[in-house]
């Protein structure tokens, strides 16, 4: 199922104050959003993550949405000034040698995918496995993987600019699920599956618009991926 995700609040880790850009802290009560200009509050609860909010609850970026574990996890793996970084009247995930790399783990609709991509030119998604590849079958070919795809993301296809899918949450859910299998056969293809995958991304190359969908892409690793975002490159 393609989990749904409302086009809303966004939760912002960086505000500005004093003209430096600060973390939401209960130390911290208030500071300036850095694209409206407006006063964000620190919202530093037990169960979301820390983030700062406007005082009117309202996101000034309309392609603003919640953020997940995973998804900070990801913007972390870049230097901070190239996180939410500002361009014009939105906030990318993250700007690095003029490439934005925004982060799902929430489908949006196809007219914000096309409007984004068109408004951020040079871009690459990165989607959530564990949301988006449940149904999605890899094999070998030529160097290449194939898949099938039951049940596919059938607006993320529809994207211009490439399309990572981050393997380690499914990684991270057939390890916790190996613990208690029994079944040896299961087991068997639970252990292969998580060595081939682990710290991998597969990068959809191409997509043949069959039923079940099918395409073919490559699986790159978490370093090579992070290397040729650093070294700026860009193949669409």
């Known amino acids: 199922m393609e989990v749904v995700c409302s086009e809303g609040v966004g939760e912002m880790r960086f505000a500005e104050k004093n003209g430096n850009r600060i973390f939401p802290s209960p130390l911290e009560k208030e500071a300036i959003c850095p694209l409206c200009r407006s006063p964000v509050i620190s919202k530093c609860g037990e169960i979301k993550i820390w983030h700062w909010s406007h005082k009117?609850?309202?996101?000034?970026?309309?392609?603003?949405?919640?953020?997940t574990e995973w998804h900070l996890s990801w913007?972390?793996?870049?230097?901070?000034?190239?996180?939410?970084?500002?361009?014009?009247?939105?906030?990318?995930?993250?700007?690095?040698?003029?490439?934005?790399?925004?982060?799902?783990?929430?489908?949006?609709?196809?007219?914000?995918?096309?409007?984004?991509?068109?408004?951020?030119?040079?871009?690459?998604?990165?989607?959530?496995?564990?949301?988006?590849?449940r149904n999605l079958c890899l094999r070998d070919k030529n160097g290449f993987k194939t898949f099938r795809w039951k049940y596919p993301p059938k607006t993320w296809l529809n994207a211009t600019c490439p399309i990572y899918v981050d393997m380690q949450p499914?990684?991270?859910e057939w390890v916790e699920t190996l613990s208690s299998e029994t079944d040896e056969y299961k087991t068997h293809v639970l252990r292969k599956k998580i060595l081939e995958y682990s710290n991998k991304l597969f990068l959809i190359r191409k997509v043949y618009p069959t039923l079940p969908c099918g395409g073919w892409g490559q699986l790159i690793t978490k370093e090579v991926f992070l290397q040729e975002c650093k070294d700026g490159y860009y193949k669409n």
Request: charge should be negative.
């Open 56 to 67: 009117n609850n309202e996101d000034c970026d309309n392609w603003g949405g919640r953020e």
């Open 75 to 133: 913007k972390k793996k870049f230097p901070q000034e190239t996180q939410e970084f500002i361009i014009e009247n939105h906030r990318a995930d993250v700007k690095i040698n003029n490439i934005v790399l925004e982060f799902q783990s929430f489908s949006i609709s196809l007219e914000n995918i096309r409007t984004r991509e068109e408004f951020y030119g040079k871009m690459k998604w990165v989607l959530n496995g564990a949301v988006f590849a």
């Open 170 to 172: 499914l990684v991270d």
